[in-house]
């Protein structure tokens, strides 16, 4: 007898929309950007590799097909594709952006549909508000006090001033968010916890802006 178990989609379909939804708006502007760059993607392949990665983390439970093994699916099917549909002599020019952009957006939307499926759409909220409100907090501390231009050849207006503002406000938003919601979020998230785990999440916007 085979049991299958159940995927994530019929206890998440509200947020398996929403998330969708956000995906497909930042794949789209990626697409944007990397042709500004010079860079051919090939669009319908990036939106296709998206939606089965993200698919296939909502329908296949962990348990029965990991994700590793879905992404790598993803991945290859990706490659062939471009293989198969690239005009002669283009392959190398085409699939390296198609595969990066189908990923880019792919892996984070996919890591937030397993937080919410794993634990909680609380938890899933909390690296969100974490990460967007160290830009929130970046941006104010920068305007009032920055003088000294992190990366000014990438961001000319990221400012080393706002980037300790940043990290300060994230690790407020953090600590708080953890209090008034910890009835919804894992037990081992303490305040202690949320308060350093907001640094490497901060950091990790940051790059991933000057990234972009």
């Not at 595969?99 to 938890?123: F, K, N, Q, R, W």
């Not at 990221?158 to 037990?187: M, N, Q």
Request: aromatic fraction near 8%; charged fraction near 10%.
């Amino acid at each position: 007898m085979v049991i299958v178990l159940p995927g994530v989609l019929p206890y998440h379909i509200g947020e398996f929309l929403i998330i969708a939804v956000f995906g497909t708006g930042s794949l789209m502007e990626l697409v944007d950007l990397m042709r500004r760059a010079g860079r051919p993607v090939n669009q319908p392949v990036a939106m296709v590799g998206f939606g089965a990665l993200l698919l296939g983390v909502m329908v296949f439970n962990p348990i029965m097909l990991p994700p590793f093994s879905i992404l790598t699916i993803c991945f290859a099917g990706i490659i062939i594709a471009c293989l198969l549909l690239s005009p002669i002599g283009s392959f190398s020019d085409i699939a390296p952006p198609t595969l990066a952009t189908a990923m880019i957006v792919g892996i984070p939307m996919a890591t937030a549909v397993l937080l919410i499926h794993e634990y909680s759409l609380a938890l899933c909220v909390w690296v969100v508000a974490v990460a967007k409100f160290g830009d929130v907090g970046a941006l104010l501390f920068g305007m009032w006090l920055g003088k000294h231009h992190m990366a000014p050849a990438l961001s000319p207006k990221k400012t080393w001033e706002g980037l300790a503002g940043g990290i300060l406000t994230s690790i407020a938003i953090s600590v708080a968010y953890a209090y008034f919601l910890r009835d919804y979020l894992p037990d081992g998230l303490t305040l202690i916890h949320a308060g350093w785990m907001a640094l490497p999440i901060v950091l990790a916007g940051v790059l991933a802006d000057l990234a972009e």
